[in-house]
């Protein structure tokens, strides 16, 4: 069974820009969630989605925002790009919820200039 | 606060030592789960256990070993006989039934270095 996909796996933007990263879950898995990692704050839950759902949501500014689609495919958008939003995005799927295990794919390294 | 504490930064051992990795968990829900992440330097987060909050019978896979004690919060992770390859960052993890569902609550991780 493919793992989790993600694209692209580097970016680099420019402050002010906008970018939108993508998330292919394990076939059958119906929850994905995103993850920031960057080394002063650790990592940091963005939000999860199910059935197209957004189910929880973290302490990030509206700047962030997601979806899923109907195939459970994800994707994160990430506006008005500052130079702190340069980080490791994870993106996790499980089968349905945070009772099972979250299987991580390796992520976009975003970089902001 | 922190709900997912991982005290050591950083360890460092020689092969074949044996090496214990903390963590220590808050919460107050009675149902809660505990995970371990692996994280080598390709920075792709590798699972390796969960636990549910009403199984504290320790776990052994291999050279890795997990002792969960809700009396102290703690759920610890052993390797036995180290090996290069086991060099990574750790993470404990939790997550909660309660609102906070689909959320992971990492730990700042733990830099193991094994040294030849």
């Known amino acids: 069974k493919a793992g989790v996909t993600q694209t692209p796996r580097y970016l680099i933007k420019t402050r002010g820009q906008q970018v939108t990263l993508s998330c292919s879950p394990i076939?059958?898995?119906?929850?994905v969630s995103w993850y920031q990692q960057t080394p002063g704050q650790g990592l940091q839950f963005l939000f999860e989605?199910?059935?197209?759902?957004?189910?929880n949501k973290g302490n990030f500014p509206g700047r962030f925002s997601g979806r899923q689609f109907s195939n459970s495919r994800s994707e994160m958008n990430v506006s008005t790009l500052e130079l702190g939003d340069s980080a490791l995005y994870l993106c996790a799927s499980s089968l349905y919820s945070n009772s099972y295990e979250q299987y991580f794919g390796p992520g976009t390294r975003l970089t902001v200039t | 606060a922190q709900k997912v504490t991982q005290a050591q930064t950083e360890i460092s051992v020689v092969e074949k030592e044996d090496v214990t990795l903390d963590c220590v968990y808050e919460t107050r829900d009675t149902t809660y789960y505990l995970f371990w992440y692996k994280q080598p330097p390709s920075g792709e987060l590798v699972f390796l256990i969960r636990?549910?909050?009403?199984?504290?019978q320790n776990e052994i896979s291999g050279r890795y070993s997990w002792n969960f004690q809700k009396s102290t919060s703690s759920f610890n992770f052993t390797i036995t006989a180290s090996q290069v390859v086991d060099s990574a960052v750790y993470f404990c993890?939790?997550?909660?039934?309660?609102?906070?569902?689909?959320?992971?609550?990492f730990g700042r991780g733990t830099q193991l270095t094994v040294w030849p």
């Open positions: 993890a939790l997550s909660e039934k309660g609102s906070t569902l689909g959320r992971l609550y």
């Open positions: 636990r549910n909050s009403f199984d504290e």
């Open positions: 989605y199910f059935s197209e759902t957004q189910r």
């Open positions: 076939s059958g898995h119906r929850s």
